[in-house]
Each structure stands twice: as C-alpha cells, then as structure tokens.
C-alpha cells in the first residue's frame, strides 16, 4: 500500500509589517486657477423695428346678386272632401233561434261490466 505523504514542519518566523515613517502631508490646498477667458466686448444685439405697412383685406370681387326674387304661385287646387258612404245599412230582421224539443234522456246509468 502506498504511504500518506510526509511534509515537514513549518519554521518560518511569523511575517511582520514595518512601521510607517512616510513624513505627513505638508503640501498647501489648491486653489482654482483664475479664469483667462477674456470678458465679451460685443455690443448689445439690437432689433430693427417693423417698417411693413400692415395688411389689408382684399375687396370682394363678387358682383351682388341682381335676379328678382323668386315667388310661388298661390294654391288653387280646391280641398278635399271625404266622398259618403255608399253602403246601404241593413235592413233584414233579425234571426232568432227555434226552441228545442228535444225529449229529456231517459237513459239508465251505465255500469262497468265486471
């Protein structure tokens, strides 16, 4: 059987860290620098004042409508009247109904067969 690997025992010194001796910060703060653009000497813009003349509607190029007017004839046709009935009523009697003479029933009453 093959053996387990074998290591040695660790006999480093433990790693230790130096101390700081950066000398501290004495730089002065920055300033921003001051800005070289130069001022604008431009003169101020202007506007022309409006010299159009203001607009005017065109006249209407429409002649007026001469023709006389129009008139409707007055209705002439005579009214209209309901035509009378041509039926003549009726004149026939009345019917009436013969009395019944019939003989009463005398018939037994009827019993089931057993």
Do not use: I, V
Not at 36 to 55: V, Y
Not at 60 to 72: E, I, K, N
């Amino acid at each position: 059987t093959a053996m387990p690997p074998t290591s040695a025992p660790d006999t480093k010194p433990p790693t230790t860290s130096a101390p700081d001796t950066a000398a501290p910060d004495t730089a002065a703060p920055s300033t921003p620098a001051p800005s070289t653009q130069a001022p604008d000497t431009r003169p101020p813009t202007t506007t022309a004042p409006d010299t159009a003349a203001p607009s005017t509607p065109a006249p209407a190029t429409q002649a007026p409508d001469t023709r006389p007017p129009t008139t409707s004839a007055p209705d002439t046709a005579a009214p209209s009247t309901l035509a009378p009935a041509t039926q003549a009523p009726d004149t026939r009697p009345p019917t009436t109904s013969a009395p019944d003479t019939a003989a009463p029933d005398t018939a037994a009453p009827s019993t089931p067969a057993p």
